[in-house]
T-cell receptor, first 113, second 111 residues
Framework: ETGVTQSPTHLIKTRGQQVTLRCSSQ?????VSWYQQALGQGPQFIFQ???????GRGNFPPRFSGLQFPNYSSELNVNALELDDSALYLC????????????FGAGTRLSVL | QQQVKQSPQSLIVQKGGIPIINCAYE??????FPWYQQFPGKGPALLIA?????SEKKEGRFTISFNKSAKQFSLHIMDSQPGDSATYFC??????????FGTGTSLTVIP
């Protein structure tokens, strides 16, 4: 097991709604990255947080936002959901100082109707 | 623009065969090239990784070959087993800040 837990496992929302996805990492993993994985595609980097600050962002609009908390948990928030937001959302945590090593959770499957 | 291009999209081999998955990248600033294995319903798991100052790395039955001048790297799976059937992703990053993934290769190993 990776020690990374994501919740919920599945979620159904309608277009225009807002959603919050959660991730819990191991103690000491102070870097967390979020990815969007569309069906049949590779993960696409959304953003990375290090010690509760955003540390890099991929090509995603501002309606994708995040938070990281001191207890090694984090959130991905998506506002104004669009049909194309339907995907598997993955979080990956890295132990302190080793950002190349990523441990992935099993993901949250989001369906937007 | 796809930063990392992966091929083939799918691959079927007999047990004991040596599947080879190829990736090419554009950005010469990338300094870390991992391969991930993903089973249905699971997140990707790091399999093996290489840095550009090394041309080959072996870990168990998995080997990465790296060609810096061609900006290409590949994964070889020796003595493949049905349990290796999964989707494989290559990736690249610069200083571990942002990872770019390939589109994935679905591998089926026939008993």
């Amino acid at each position: 097991e990776t020690g990374v837990t994501q919740s919920p496992t599945h979620l159904i929302k309608t277009r225009g709604q807002q959603v919050t996805l959660r991730c819990s990492s191991q103690s000491g993993h102070n870097t967390v990255s979020w990815y969007q994985q569309a069906l049949g595609q590779g993960p696409q980097f959304i953003f990375q947080y290090y010690r509760e600050e955003e540390n890099g962002r991929g090509n995603f609009p501002p309606r994708f936002s995040g938070l990281q908390f001191p207890n090694y948990s984090s959130e991905l928030n998506v506002n104004a959901l669009e049909l194309d937001d339907s995907a598997l959302y993955l979080c990956a945590s890295s132990p302190g100082g080793q950002t190349n090593i990523q441990y992935f959770g099993a993901g949250t499957r989001l369906s937007v109707l | 623009q796809q930063q990392v291009k992966q091929s083939p999209q799918s691959l079927i081999v007999q047990k004991g065969g040596i599947p080879i998955i190829n990736c090419a990248y554009e950005n010469t600033a990338f300094d870390y090239f991992p391969w991930y294995q993903q089973f249905p319903g699971k997140g990707p798991a790091l399999l093996i990784a290489i840095r550009p100052d090394v041309s080959e790395k072996k870990e168990g039955r998995f080997t990465i070959s790296f060609n810096k001048s061609a900006k290409q790297f590949s994964l070889h799976i020796m003595d493949s087993q049905p349990g290796d059937s999964a989707t494989y992703f290559c990736a690249a990053s610069k200083a571990g800040n942002q990872f770019y993934f390939g589109t994935g290769t679905s591998l089926t190993v026939i008993p």
